[in-house]
């Protein structure tokens, strides 16, 4: 199954960004589904837009995301339906020889969910940052979610976390463009 959602999608180098219907699946194994309350507004999703990171068009922009576990995948532990997280573009494997190390941000092994998000007609999303945050809900791998305090507002959700800027490119100030319909 699939929930269809709005998110801003870049589709050709240089073009004007638009406001598209998403398809997002259900989550796989080790997936989560976030409902985004926040997302700041990065550079990076310029240089996505610009052609600057790489070709793979059409994108879905936004990484600096926080917001709340709407569903998880089997095997998900980390995680669970109703927590407030931020979302890393990094999910580490945990296994390299770095991750047994400490040094989780030099991880051989990153990986984003497995899925592929859509547009309507079936074409196949690059999410920024392996996230795609501009948009009401995002599939992401399950270790890209890091749960914070329930009490800590989602517009500051980027924040709150001591060095989240290496793990995640978090900290740039946030917006509230992507929120969740009610």
């Known amino acids: 199954m699939t ?3 709005r998110g801003v999608v870049s589709r050709r180098k240089g073009e004007p ?14 997936e989560a589904v976030v409902d985004v309350q926040a997302c700041g507004v990065c550079h990076t999703d ?31 532990t980390n ?12 999910a ?14 030099y991880c051989f092994n990153t990986h984003n969910a497995a899925q592929k998000m859509t547009l309507a007609d079936g074409t196949e999303l690059s999410p920024a940052l392996g996230i795609g945050a501009f948009a009401e809900k995002t599939l992401v791998a399950a270790g890209q979610a890091t749960k914070v305090d329930d009490r800590a507002r989602p517009e500051r959700g980027l924040e709150i976390l001591p060095g989240a800027a290496e793990v995640g490119h978090a900290g740039q100030a946030t917006t509230g463009l992507a929120r969740p319909s009610r």
Do not use: K, M, S
Not at 17 to 30: A, I, R, S
Not at 92 to 105: K, M, S, T, Y
């Open 3 to 5: 929930t269809e959602v």
């Open 79 to 90: 995680v669970a339906v109703g927590d407030f997280v931020i979302l890393n573009w990094r």
């Open 17 to 30: 960004v638009t406001v598209e219907t998403v398809l997002v699946p259900d989550p796989g194994p080790g």
């Open 46 to 76: 310029l240089h996505y837009r610009e052609g600057g990171i790489n070709d793979d068009f059409p994108f879905l922009l936004g990484h600096e995301a926080a917001g709340t576990v709407a569903a998880v995948g089997e095997v998900v």
């Open 92 to 105: 580490v494997c945990g296994q390299c020889r770095a991750c047994l190390r400490g040094d989780l941000h």
